[in-house]
């Protein structure tokens, strides 16, 4: 009996089933981001003390939620890669990595476009802000390790997965270092012991969007493997073709 | 054992010899230390209060030079594929280099640390708390350095690449290897919180950093 990671092992499965799967993934991505959107923006009322910047935390709030995931991801991946020497798993980490750092940018920009009329400054070193300016930095490392080693991709697979597994395991440690370092920021408020803090009216869009942004992930990720897969395929193609051509110039020249 | 002594005698003796890595990295220390008070102008007041901040930031990046050439000079010369079938598993390999890192230095630049103390108008107190924390939170520099190391080995641009990599790991020790001081020079603060923390950050790098070391330079050998 075959599990559904060992069956995906195999990348021309893989491909057919994400082929499959992939446009309805898209489509519902696009569906209850838009309901979201709707909700966020005629739906929910503006906050009493926040007025209409509230709704910055529509897309704020769910992009900083992926850019955690997505460093799981990758963590996840790297783990599958060193330790089962899964075949996808290298192309599920390399695709994650600039994914991931889009998110998180994207809540860094969104939190320093709230914190300005909120804050008074665009930027401010909070301790939560200060650990997803980290994260990023750990996924420009991902991205920068892979590509200094872009011409043996298989090693830089393994290097990079080896960074993600320290990556994940010091993250904590850096997350507690810098909440010691420093704290404004509201802590965490809708998953919280004693239910969330945070009123319906607002929680429904903000938990829609936070659905619509994690199907759009998972659309971009599944997209992004398939590209991979159909790269190194062309790849191995080129240097088959390469060698082929070697091979018949030698028994000419003969 | 004694083959990790050899190979801890054999990279200090190397250190010694060839004399460049410690005398840059203090040179370095020294350079980057004398700048900020041109840059932040000569205000002994405020030199003084960002002064243990500037010290450890000094430190991090002047250890930071002499950590690609951990294994570089190795892989080159053929030596890490000679200890890599030898006797001695990689991993402790990777931590006897790491520890001769560590003493090659990190001591050094500890030592030198108080002397540019002076230059900063840091408050006499913090002396002997500034070279402690250093010497405590200084071997988490080699320990996870050595990963940074052993990752950009075979990249080209592996020196810019190491600092992207390994910086970000560094943040909890320089985060509590500051507190420590301040604890002392601006009451209040829990001097001994910090230095417990950072002393856990210090020995979780000694099991992690040979670790992930070892992983890479395999993925490289092999």
Not at chain 1, 20 to 38: D, N, V
Not at chain 2, 112 to 138: F, K, M, Q, R
């Amino acid at each position: 009996m075959q599990t559904l990671t060992q069956r995906l092992a195999n990348p021309t499965r893989f491909m057919e089933l994400s082929r499959r799967i992939l446009p309805w993934i898209s489509g519902l991505a696009a569906l209850t981001l838009a309901s979201g959107l709707y909700l966020a923006f005629f739906v929910a009322p503006p906050d009493y003390q926040q007025g209409e910047t509230v709704k910055i935390m529509f897309i704020h709030v769910p992009a900083a939620w992926l850019s955690m995931m997505g460093y799981l991801i990758i963590a996840v991946s790297s783990f599958g890669l060193l330790v089962f020497r899964h075949p996808l798993a290298d192309v599920s980490a390399k695709a994650a990595a600039p994914i991931g750092a889009a998110f998180t940018f994207l809540a860094l920009v969104t939190g320093s476009l709230w914190g300005k009329p909120m804050w008074g400054a665009y930027w401010v070193w909070d301790a939560r802000l200060t650990s997803v300016l980290i994260l990023f930095f750990l996924y420009i490392g991902q991205i920068a390790l892979r590509s200094a080693l872009d011409e043996d991709p298989a090693l830089a697979g393994k290097l990079t997965a080896v960074l993600g597994l320290v990556g994940v395991v010091i993250l904590p440690v850096i997350r507690f270092s810098v909440d010691w370092w420093n704290t404004l920021h509201q802590p965490a408020s809708v998953l919280r012991v004693g239910g969330p803090a945070i009123h319906p009216s607002i929680l429904v869009p903000l938990l829609v969007m936070a659905v619509g942004f994690t199907l759009l992930f998972f659309a971009m990720h599944l997209k992004a493997m398939r590209n991979e897969i159909l790269r190194r395929r062309v790849r191995s193609l080129t240097m088959a073709e390469v060698e082929r051509a070697a091979r018949f110039e030698v028994r000419t020249a003969e | 054992m004694t083959s990790i002594w050899a190979l801890i005698k054999r990279d200090l003796l190397l250190a010694a010899r060839d004399g460049g890595a410690t005398g840059t990295a203090l040179g370095f220390y020294l350079i980057v230390i004398a700048l900020m008070p041109l840059g932040l102008g000569p205000d002994m007041q405020l030199l003084s209060r960002i002064a243990p901040g500037v010290l450890w930031i000094g430190l991090l990046l002047a250890a930071l030079l002499s950590l690609g050439r951990m294994f570089d000079t190795d892989q080159d010369e053929g030596v890490l594929e000679a200890l890599a079938t030898g006797p001695l598993p990689l991993e402790l390999v990777a931590a006897a280099k790491a520890l001769a890192h560590w003493i090659s230095s990190c001591v050094p630049l500890a030592i030198l640390a108080p002397v540019l103390g002076l230059l900063l108008n840091l408050d006499l107190a913090a002396y002997p708390i500034l070279v402690g924390t250093v010497l405590v939170g200084s071997p988490a520099i080699s320990f996870l350095g050595c990963v940074g190391a052993a990752l950009t080995l075979r990249s080209r641009r592996g020196g810019l690449l190491i600092a992207l990599l390994v910086l970000p790991l560094y943040i909890p020790t320089l985060i509590f290897g500051i507190s420590a001081i301040s604890a002392v020079v601006t009451p209040p603060g829990s001097l001994e919180a910090s230095l417990l923390l950072l002393s856990a950050v210090t020995i979780a790098s000694l099991v992690i950093g040979p670790i992930a070391a070892a992983a890479a330079l395999r993925a490289q050998l092999g």
